[in-house]
């Protein structure tokens, strides 16, 4: 009986994680996936000491079906724009994969807008932007921010979360 258990638990646990191992053997990749198992394969090697590093892993790691822009010039470093008005992915996977996006070359950016998603909540990587001062968050599904998100963002002087089905702010 636990054999069995075991099994549909592997099988289950196989079809469900999105990793290059599990899409191998479970599905022949499709575009969407073939993207993920690109980006996986390429996320350890980049590299952010020149603009040109920055933008590479900007349009290495921008969301399937998403914008990133800039993607060259100076302010690659400091600004930020993700447009999804053109995703159809769920918000659980665009939450991963702004995860992945923010949490490379990012030290320098002060200005980030995401924008057109399906997110109901902020990834937490956005509440750890240290020199982040304008968050624009507007034409999303956000439900709520994570707690003490704004504490944490000592820089931040402007914020907008327009067209979100926000109920209430954390103050402090």
């Known amino acids: 009986m636990s054999w069995i258990h075991i099994v549909f638990v592997l099988s289950f646990y196989q079809h469900d994680v999105a990793g290059v191992a599990?899409?191998?053997?479970?599905?022949?990749?499709?575009?969407?996936?073939?993207?993920?198992?690109?980006?996986?394969?390429?996320?350890?090697?980049?590299?952010?000491?020149?603009?040109?590093?920055?933008?590479?892993a900007r349009r290495d790691l921008c969301p399937f079906h998403c914008r990133c822009a800039p993607v060259d010039s100076q302010e690659v470093l400091t600004k930020l724009t993700v447009d999804?008005?053109?995703?159809?992915?769920?918000?659980?996977?665009?939450?991963?994969?702004?995860?992945?996006?923010?949490?490379?070359?990012?030290?320098?950016l002060t200005e980030l807008n995401i924008t057109s998603t399906p997110l109901t909540a902020v990834p937490e990587v956005v509440c750890r932007l240290s020199k982040i001062r304008s968050l624009s968050l507007d034409n999303n599904r956000l439900a709520s921010l994570p707690v003490n998100c704004f504490?944490?963002?000592?820089?931040?002087?402007?914020?907008?979360?327009?067209?979100?089905?926000?109920?209430?702010?954390?103050?402090?």
Request: aromatic share 2%; hydrophobic share 30%.
């Open 22 to 56: 599990s899409l191998a053997v479970s599905r022949p990749p499709m575009i969407d996936d073939q993207k993920i198992l690109d980006t996986l394969t390429s996320i350890d090697n980049v590299r952010c000491t020149t603009i040109d590093d920055v933008a590479a």
């Open 84 to 108: 999804c008005s053109r995703t159809q992915s769920t918000s659980s996977r665009l939450t991963r994969d702004l995860t992945r996006l923010l949490s490379r070359c990012v030290s320098e």
């Open 151 to 172: 504490t944490r963002m000592r820089n931040l002087t402007s914020f907008s979360a327009d067209n979100n089905q926000l109920t209430s702010l954390q103050v402090r």
